[in-house]
């Protein structure tokens, strides 16, 4: 399999990821593991040679089970932030994320059994936008409840 596309960059690194929307009963689903205190959207980088699409599906179908389509894009999100990654602990990270609606079935019962990149378990969550859960990013709070029709460019800067 090729590499994320995960690239240094000076002292630092650039991420391209993609990130599922999968929506349900007016919740959303993320995920966790027990080494955060937060949730984070289903997804991750993408391999080198892959689309943003073919990068959702195969991340969607790694995290829940589900083979699943993208419908549309939503949003862009470029994003500056300290990685708390034990791989790359405090390296300031560029990344560029891709989110996409999916296409949700009807009987969609998503089972996790992913790990992070240094091996622990990864569950699934569905979250409310008003629950108190921290999540990434954090404008799904504000943006699925209320889901619009074009594509959204966010940044977010916390150098």
Do not use: Q
Not at 11 to 31: P, Q
Not at 41 to 59: C, I, M, P, Q, Y
Request: aromatic share 14%.
């Amino acid at each position: 399999m090729d590499p994320d596309m995960t690239v240094p960059c000076g002292s630092g690194l650039i991420n391209i990821r993609v990130g599922a929307i999968i929506l349900k009963n007016g919740k959303f689903l993320m995920v966790g593991n027990d080494r955060n205190n937060y949730l984070y959207s289903v997804g991750g980088r993408l391999k080198f040679g892959e689309t943003a699409k073919e990068a959702v599906k195969r991340e969607v179908f790694e995290e829940t089970g589900v083979c699943m389509e993208a419908e549309r894009l939503g949003f862009v999100h470029e994003n500056y932030f300290y990685t708390d990654s034990p791989k790359y602990p405090g390296k300031l990270i560029y990344e560029v994320s891709f989110f996409f609606y999916m296409k949700v079935p009807e009987d969609f019962e998503p089972v996790c059994s992913s790990h992070t990149e240094d091996g622990r378990e990864e569950f699934l969550k569905w979250v409310s936008p008003d629950e108190a859960t921290v999540i990434y990013p954090a404008f799904f709070r504000t943006e699925l409840a209320h889901p619009g029709p074009t594509v959204k460019h966010f940044v977010t800067d916390e150098r």
